[in-house]
């Protein structure tokens, strides 16, 4: 599975970016999709994950209710709408498939992972 991430940018504190991440290959529907993002100096941190067919998601604490993960399998994409979005949120984000139905958070279950996008948000 190769995966291409696009749709970062710079945005100010309170606005709004949707990433998306294209995905080749047949069997984009078997794999478990989730976001990372990782800022100068940190550890990369999980974002959001969503099952196979949609049905079940996960958000870190500091996104929730401001971030959404869904994905569109006959298009092989998968996205994240981020509103709201802080300083914080600054971070290269990556998007990443893991093989198997558990809604993996650590970045050692996933397989496949794209190049990477940046956002930054300006206060």
């Known amino acids: 599975v190769q995966l291409v991430e696009s749709g970062g940018g710079l945005v100010q504190a309170g606005g709004s970016l949707r990433l998306s991440c294209a995905a080749s290959?047949?069997?984009?529907?078997?794999?478990?999709m989730g976001w990372f993002r990782q800022a100068p100096g940190k550890e990369r941190e999980s974002v959001a994950a969503?099952?196979?067919?949609?049905?079940?998601?996960y958000y870190a604490d500091s996104v929730k209710g401001r971030f959404t993960i869904s994905r569109d399998n006959a298009k092989n994409t998968v996205y994240l709408q981020m509103n709201s979005l802080k300083p914080e949120d600054t971070a290269v984000y990556y998007c990443a498939a893991s093989g198997g139905p558990v809604l993996h958070t650590t970045p050692g279950n996933y397989n496949y992972w794209g190049q990477g996008t940046q956002v930054t948000v300006s206060s």
């Open positions: 969503i099952s196979w067919r949609g049905g079940s998601t």
């Open positions: 290959g047949r069997t984009f529907s078997r794999y478990v």
